[in-house]
C-alpha cells in the first residue's frame, strides 16, 4: 500500500514564503512523477507543478518565477517552494505520485494568505 502524505500548509502573509512537503511511502516500485495540484472550493483542481524522477520540472505558467519544485529521490520527497505569495494562492494543495502506472493523492494541506 502507498501513502502519500503532504506537510508544510499554514497562515502566511502576502509577499512571504513557504515550503510544502511531500513523502510518499509504503509498497512501491520507482516513482515516475510527482506532482502538485491546487484547489479553491467551487474550481476545478489545478496543476501547480510537476517533477519527473529524472528531475525535469513543469511549473504554470501563472505561477512561473514565484513557485519551485524540486524532489530528493532518496527520501521519495518532493518539495514546492512559493515564494511572493499572494492572496489567490489560497487553496488545499494535493500532492500526486505517478507509481507503476497508478496514481496516489495525499489528503491536501491548506494554505491560506492573508494578512
Known amino acids: 500500500q502507498v501513502q502519500v502524505v503532504e506537510s508544510g500548509g499554514g497562515l502566511v502573509q502576502p509577499g512571504g514564503s513557504l515550503r510544502l512537503s511531500c513523502a510518499a511511502s509504503g509498497r512501491m516500485l520507482s516513482i515516475s512523477r510527482m506532482t502538485w495540484y491546487r484547489q479553491v472550493p467551487g474550481r476545478p483542481r489545478e496543476l501547480v507543478a510537476s517533477?519527473?524522477?529524472?528531475?525535469?520540472?513543469t511549473v504554470a505558467d501563472s505561477l512561473r518565477g514565484r513557485f519551485t519544485i524540486s524532489r530528493d529521490n532518496a527520501k521519495n520527497t518532493v518539495f514546492l517552494q512559493m515564494s511572493s505569495v499572494k492572496p489567490e494562492d489560497t487553496a488545499v494543495y494535493y500532492c500526486?505520485?505517478?507509481?507503476?502506472?497508478?496514481?496516489?493523492w495525499g489528503q491536501g494541506t491548506q494554505v491560506t494568505v492573508s494578512s
Open positions: 500526486n505520485a505517478l507509481i507503476a502506472g497508478s496514481y496516489y
Open positions: 517533477i519527473t524522477v529524472a528531475g525535469s520540472t
